[in-house]
């Protein structure tokens, strides 16, 4: 039971931190190295993408979807995708894709003379389901060392801890105060049944034995 | 379009439900003040039409009004996103 506690604690956990970290803005000091379009097939992996840019068709099984090829300081690429959140989840309401597109076209460099850029993006890079992290805004930095300071997480992620910390407070008051007596007293009524069970067999033992001893 | 209009319809029975259940417990809230404001500060007169008038002030004040505020920050703090996010 301490086992299956656990476990199920641990996953609820997992799943939190999956989710925040998915979900929420990070920051990456970038050199762009090119930017395409490519046509998408929407296959197992289509949870990890966004919808259609507003306006247009809905429910195509595939789309042209916007890439932009970077490097990151540690000169390990990454390739991010360009999409339209639109009304949707997550709620970056992201409708100026093309508009971002031109931006990062804009920013491209060479590695002889790079141009650093920070991109702000959300999502995760997984080659083995071939998902791609949403860019969501690009600008450009003079070196590649930015001191980025996340504020929104910071924010967003002070209130969550606020808000289950009040709920949890509230909960364990309003278990202390209601529940916990009521659980007593089940568990003297458990008790008390059992004391008189265990009379009623002591009772019929007494006269199985008296048949025993003939 | 439909996807905004999804979202607003949503939204829209979401903050509602939300509104009801806040102004059901400030109200409830209210009446406690005014109950133990005349049990332990009055004593004397009707404690019923006195509790009706303190609910009718309230009905009438600010604080009932910025209830509605649970409308209009989901509004704002949307717009603020667009703005940021799309124009900068």
């Given at each position: 039971?301490?086992?299956?506690?656990?476990?199920?604690?641990?996953?609820?956990?997992?799943?939190?931190?999956?989710?925040?970290?998915?979900?929420?803005?990070?920051?990456?000091?970038?050199?762009?190295?090119?930017?395409?379009?490519?046509?998408?097939?929407?296959?197992?992996?289509?949870?990890?993408?966004?919808?259609?840019?507003?306006?247009?068709?809905?429910?195509?099984?595939?789309?042209?979807?916007?890439?932009?090829?970077?490097?990151?300081?540690?000169?390990?690429?990454?390739?991010?995708?360009?999409?339209?959140?639109?009304?949707?989840?997550?709620?970056?309401f992201k409708f100026d894709t093309a508009n971002l597109q031109a931006e990062a076209n804009n920013l491209r460099s060479t590695p002889n003379d790079p141009q650093w850029a920070v991109i702000t993006h959300y999502g995760w890079r997984n080659e083995f389901l071939s998902i791609y992290p949403n860019a969501i805004s690009v600008r450009a930095v003079d070196g590649p060392d930015v001191r980025i300071i996340p504020w929104l997480n910071i924010v967003i992620l002070t209130i969550v801890a606020a808000v289950s910390w009040a709920i949890w407070v509230r909960w364990r008051r309003f278990r202390a105060a209601r529940i916990d007596p009521m659980l007593e007293d089940i568990g003297e009524g458990f008790d008390a049944a059992g004391d008189s069970f265990s009379d009623t067999r002591g009772r019929f033992r007494r006269w199985r034995d008296s048949w025993k001893r003939k | 379009m439909l996807a905004l209009a999804r979202l607003l319809i949503i939204g829209f029975v979401v903050l509602t439900v939300i509104y009801l259940s806040l102004s059901l417990y400030s109200r409830s809230v209210r009446r406690g003040k005014l109950e133990r404001e005349w049990d332990e500060e009055i004593h004397t007169g009707d404690r019923d039409a006195f509790i009706e008038e303190g609910m009718r002030a309230y009905d009438g004040s600010l604080r009932k009004k910025l209830i509605l505020g649970v409308y209009v920050l989901p509004l704002v703090t949307v717009t603020i996103i667009i703005y940021l996010t799309n124009f900068h």
């Amino acid at each position: 039971m301490f086992y299956v506690k656990w476990a199920f604690v641990i996953t609820f956990w997992v799943l939190v931190v999956a989710f925040f970290h998915y979900t929420l803005p990070q920051h990456d000091v970038a050199r762009i190295a090119d930017t395409y379009e490519k046509r998408i097939d929407f296959g197992e992996n289509s949870i990890f993408w966004t919808n259609q840019g507003t306006g247009d068709a809905e429910g195509t099984v595939n789309r042209d979807v916007f890439f932009i090829q970077a490097f990151r300081t540690d000169d390990r690429p990454m390739i991010y995708r360009n999409e339209d959140t639109g009304w949707g989840w997550p709620p970056y309401f992201k409708f100026d894709t093309a508009n971002l597109q031109a931006e990062a076209n804009n920013l491209r460099s060479t590695p002889n003379d790079p141009q650093w850029a920070v991109i702000t993006h959300y999502g995760w890079r997984n080659e083995f389901l071939s998902i791609y992290p949403n860019a969501i805004s690009v600008r450009a930095v003079d070196g590649p060392d930015v001191r980025i300071i996340p504020w929104l997480n910071i924010v967003i992620l002070t209130i969550v801890a606020a808000v289950s910390w009040a709920i949890w407070v509230r909960w364990r008051r309003f278990r202390a105060a209601r529940i916990d007596p009521m659980l007593e007293d089940i568990g003297e009524g458990f008790d008390a049944a059992g004391d008189s069970f265990s009379d009623t067999r002591g009772r019929f033992r007494r006269w199985r034995d008296s048949w025993k001893r003939k | 379009m439909l996807a905004l209009a999804r979202l607003l319809i949503i939204g829209f029975v979401v903050l509602t439900v939300i509104y009801l259940s806040l102004s059901l417990y400030s109200r409830s809230v209210r009446r406690g003040k005014l109950e133990r404001e005349w049990d332990e500060e009055i004593h004397t007169g009707d404690r019923d039409a006195f509790i009706e008038e303190g609910m009718r002030a309230y009905d009438g004040s600010l604080r009932k009004k910025l209830i509605l505020g649970v409308y209009v920050l989901p509004l704002v703090t949307v717009t603020i996103i667009i703005y940021l996010t799309n124009f900068h």
